[in-house]
């Protein structure tokens, strides 16, 4: 099963009374994804706030947080882990990826990532509103996947030759040659990662590749399909369609949460330039 839905199938499931629709939108730039909600969305679509559906004691940025937490945040949205789950954003595939992994983390069971997201549901004709979601609250029964995360402790032993640790920001940010967008954050990378952007597995339409071609991205960003792998980015968004893409291949791997963010902004972490 794929783990993506085409714009067309979605505008066919319309109605479904176990469809629930989230608009997992963020802007790295700081823009209202809110905002841009309430201009226009699919219908019948709810907004997931990632920063605000994070845990609340960490000072990483939208680190996921406990159980109870997710469960209760999804549940005033009126999504139940038994729901058909169908995540977007307005980017076309951003932050979709990480809403959908955070999902599947704590246990739902059906949730699909809106292949293009809403640039392509536009482009296709297909309607948007601006009327607000009034949903019923659900019961979201949470149950974490803890082998979905990694750790600073377990990118550490990946790094020591117990998994391929691959890097979803742009190849100037990897090499050091950008500055990080987060400040008290080194710029560079981990020593011994592959770098592989993440918009290397989307056509132009920012729909995902499939097959071979998904597969041709990742093996040629040095990535062996049959070893264990660890995704990571700047705060843990990016990485989630590493992770995705991963997925449509059949292959498993875990999201190192902190990514960058945590590895960057420690003094007692190696950094590698160049």
Same mark, same amino acid.
């Given at each position: 099963?794929?783990?993506?839905?085409?714009?067309?199938?979605?505008?066919?499931?319309?109605?479904?009374?176990?469809?629930?629709?989230?608009?997992?939108?963020?802007?790295?730039?700081?823009?209202?994804?809110?905002?841009?909600?309430?201009?226009?969305?699919?219908?019948?679509?709810?907004?997931? !706030?990632?920063?605000?559906?994070?845990?609340? !004691?960490?000072?990483?940025?939208?680190?996921?947080?406990?159980?109870?937490?997710?469960?209760?945040?999804?549940?005033?949205?009126?999504?139940?882990?038994?729901?058909?789950?169908?995540?977007?954003?307005?980017?076309?595939?951003?932050?979709?990826?990480?809403?959908?992994?955070?999902?599947?983390?704590?246990?739902?069971?059906?949730?699909?990532?809106?292949?293009?997201?809403?640039?392509?549901?536009?482009?296709?004709?297909?309607?948007?509103?601006?009327?607000?979601? !009034?949903?019923?609250?659900?019961?979201?029964?949470?149950?974490?996947?803890?082998?979905?995360?990694?750790?600073?402790?377990?990118?550490?032993?990946?790094?020591?030759?117990?998994?391929?640790?691959?890097?979803?920001?742009?190849?100037?940010?990897?090499?050091?040659?950008?500055?990080?967008?987060?400040?008290?954050?080194?710029?560079?990378?981990?020593?011994?990662?592959?770098?592989?952007?993440?918009?290397?597995?989307?056509?132009?339409?920012?729909?995902?590749?499939?097959?071979?071609?998904?597969?041709?991205?990742?093996?040629?960003?040095?990535?062996?399909?049959?070893?264990?792998?660890?995704?990571?980015?700047?705060?843990?968004?990016?990485?989630?369609?590493?992770?995705?893409?991963?997925?449509?291949?059949?292959?498993?791997?875990?999201?190192?949460?902190?990514?960058?963010?945590?590895?960057?902004?420690?003094? !007692?972490?190696?950094?590698?330039?160049?």
């Amino acid at each position: 099963m794929s783990f993506l839905i085409s714009v067309e199938d979605l505008a066919d499931r319309l109605g479904q009374p176990d469809l629930r629709i989230v608009d997992a939108s963020w802007h790295l730039d700081g823009r209202d994804a809110r905002a841009d909600f309430e201009q226009a969305h699919i219908p019948g679509a709810v907004f997931f !706030d990632l920063d605000a559906v994070s845990e609340p !004691d960490s000072p990483l940025p939208h680190m996921m947080p406990a159980p109870a937490v997710f469960a209760e945040a999804v549940g005033a949205l009126g999504v139940a882990a038994d729901d058909l789950i169908v995540v977007y954003d307005t980017a076309g595939l951003f932050s979709a990826a990480r809403v959908w992994w955070m999902f599947r983390t704590m246990g739902a069971r059906d949730v699909r990532v809106l292949d293009g997201g809403l640039p392509l549901w536009r482009s296709r004709g297909f309607a948007v509103e601006r009327r607000a979601a !009034d949903p019923r609250p659900a019961v979201f029964d949470a149950v974490a996947t803890p082998a979905a995360v990694a750790g600073l402790d377990d990118v550490r032993h990946a790094l020591d030759g117990g998994a391929q640790v691959i890097d979803a920001r742009g190849a100037a940010r990897f090499a050091g040659q950008a500055a990080e967008p987060r400040p008290g954050v080194r710029s560079g990378h981990m020593p011994g990662a592959l770098n592989l952007p993440f918009g290397r597995l989307l056509d132009p339409d920012d729909r995902m590749k499939r097959g071979d071609a998904l597969a041709r991205a990742f093996v040629d960003a040095g990535v062996d399909l049959d070893q264990p792998a660890i995704t990571t980015c700047g705060s843990g968004v990016t990485a989630a369609i590493l992770t995705l893409g991963l997925a449509e291949l059949g292959r498993p791997s875990r999201l190192y949460d902190g990514s960058w963010s945590e590895w960057g902004g420690r003094a !007692d972490t190696p950094v590698q330039t160049g």
